[in-house]
């Protein structure tokens, strides 16, 4: 069964750091473009970031207001997806989806398939 | 920065056609996509490429997009199909997301 699963959510101050983990089975990860979508609470969804699989060059891209402190990284050997998030603000509070397009519709910048995602809350 | 507009809310009537829209400049030109969420539950791709319905996905869904517009249409809307509606596109290497639409079936 193709399944993203994520992890690391948790209660963080302003400023502090804190770093999710998306585990990923039932394909062939290193294959894959990842994403990091997240939703706020009560709010629309919003792309995060994407790094592609080393293959096609793992390019990394941010949304503008993330970039500079967030960072997403992949360990194939493992499987699994980071993002590495530091100067956290109480914007950034919201449910963080890890999602790909892998395997089904690859190559068509969909997302397919999302994990359950994992609570980040940014208190002041 | 690129955007997307869908309006806040649509209502239909069960068994009535339901269409959602989604707005950006030369939107036609680019691939989108459409994604159904319920309360609680993750994202569902319905439609992506503009046109395509991955195999789950009943048949009454489908899409279009041309000029600045890309749609959502549901044929024979069920009440299972109220959710909130997300369309999403990539403008160069940036992925961008509608604000969303919430679809009420009563």
């Known amino acids: 069964e193709v399944q993203l699963v994520e992890s690391g959510g948790g209660l963080v101050k302003a400023g502090g750091s804190l770093r999710l983990s998306c585990a990923a089975s039932?394909?062939?990860?290193?294959?894959?473009?990842m994403n990091w979508v997240r939703q706020a609470p009560g709010k629309g969804l919003e792309w995060v970031g994407r790094i592609k699989n080393k293959i096609d060059g793992g390019a990394i891209d941010y949304a503008a207001p993330v970039k500079g402190r967030f960072t997403i990284s992949r360990d194939d050997s493992k499987n699994t997806l980071y993002l590495q998030m530091i100067s956290l603000k109480t914007e950034d509070t919201a449910v963080y989806y890890c999602t790909t397009d892998y395997p089904r519709f690859i190559g068509s910048d969909s997302f397919d398939i999302w994990g359950q995602g994992t609570m980040v809350t940014v208190s002041s | 920065s690129y955007e997307l507009t869908q309006p806040p809310s649509v209502s239909v009537s069960p068994g009535q056609t339901a269409s959602i829209t989604c707005s950006g400049d030369?939107?036609?030109?680019?691939?989108a996509c459409w994604y159904q969420q319920k309360p609680g539950q993750s994202p569902v791709l319905v439609i992506y490429q503009n046109i395509k319905r991955p195999s789950e996905i009943p048949e009454r869904f489908s899409g279009s997009n041309s000029g600045n517009t890309a749609t959502l249409t549901i044929s024979g809307t069920q009440a299972m199909d109220e959710a909130d509606y997300y369309c999403h596109v990539w403008d160069s290497s940036t992925g961008v997301f509608g604000g969303g639409t919430k679809l009420t079936v009563l």
């Open positions: 030369k939107l036609g030109d680019k691939y």
């Open positions: 039932g394909f062939t990860f290193s294959y894959a473009w």
